[in-house]
T-cell receptor, first 117, second 112 residues
Framework: DSGVTQTPKHLITATGQRVTLRCSPRSGDLSVYWYQQSLDQGLQFLIQYYNGEERAKGNILERFSAQQFPDLHSELNLSSLELGDSALYFC????????????????FGSGTQLSVL | DQQVKQNSPSLSVQEGRISILNCDYTNSMFDYFLWYKKYPAEGPTFLISISSIKDKNEDGRFTVFLNKSAKHLSLHIVPSQPGDSAVYFCAASAVTGNQFYFGTGTSLTVIP
């Protein structure tokens, strides 16, 4: 158990809909990362938050947004869903996080499998 | 643009033999590298890491080698065990940045 909790584990929805994925980081971790894994693709970095603030942005679509709340949990919002958004979405947390990658490790949740029909 | 590449999608090895998984990167600013293992229906779990100031790091049966001039790293598993069958991802980051870039993964099958 990594200590990172993601809900829901599975999500089935229709095109055009909006969904919210939730992530609770490990206790004490300030950074939260979101990754997308599509079929035959690696882990594509979407966005990172550190202590409530957006820290880095990757290949995140404009239809997607995220936030990190004061209690450090994070939500990834996906809207106007398309078939191609079907993927496994991972959240990861780390500590200490900010510009100190000497021994930083990411701890991943078990992911949310999103299926857009 | 894939900055971290794992060119072998799959690898099969006999139990007891050595497994060698390879990873190449293009960004010369990367100075910290990690390997993750992923079982089906689970998230990736950290395996081993290496800083660019080293060329080798060992942890039990797992050793990571880094060749900075070639921008190449490899993970050696000796001896390989059936429980090692999983997808292995390499990842890289730069101290000046906050992103971890992952490869596409190599699916390792250890045959009993």
């Amino acid at each position: 158990d990594s200590g990172v909790t993601q809900t829901p584990k599975h999500l089935i929805t229709a095109t055009g809909q909006r969904v919210t994925l939730r992530c609770s980081p490990r206790s004490g971790d300030l950074s939260v990362y979101w990754y997308q894994q599509s079929l035959d693709q690696g882990l594509q970095f979407l966005i990172q938050y550190y202590n409530g603030e957006e820290r880095a942005k990757g290949n995140i679509l404009e239809r997607f947004s995220a936030q990190q709340f004061p209690d450090l949990h994070s939500e990834l919002n996906l809207s106007s869903l398309e078939l191609g958004d079907s993927a496994l979405y991972f959240c990861a947390s780390s500590s200490p996080g900010l510009n100190n990658n000497g021994d930083e490790k990411l701890f991943f949740g078990s992911g949310t499998q999103l299926s857009v029909l | 643009d894939q900055q971290v590449k794992q060119n072998s999608p799959s690898l099969s090895v006999q139990e007891g033999r050595i497994s060698i998984l390879n990873c190449d990167y293009t960004n010369s600013m990367f100075d910290y590298f990690l390997w993750y293992k992923k079982y089906p229906a689970e998230g990736p779990t950290f395996l081993i890491s290496i800083s660019s100031i080293k060329d080798k790091n060992e942890d039990g049966r797992f050793t990571v080698f880094l060749n900075k001039s070639a921008k190449h790293l490899s993970l050696h598993i000796v001896p390989s065990q059936p429980g090692d069958s999983a997808v292995y991802f390499c990842a890289a980051s730069a101290v000046t940045g906050n992103q971890f870039y992952f490869g596409t993964g190599t699916s390792l099958t250890v045959i009993p």
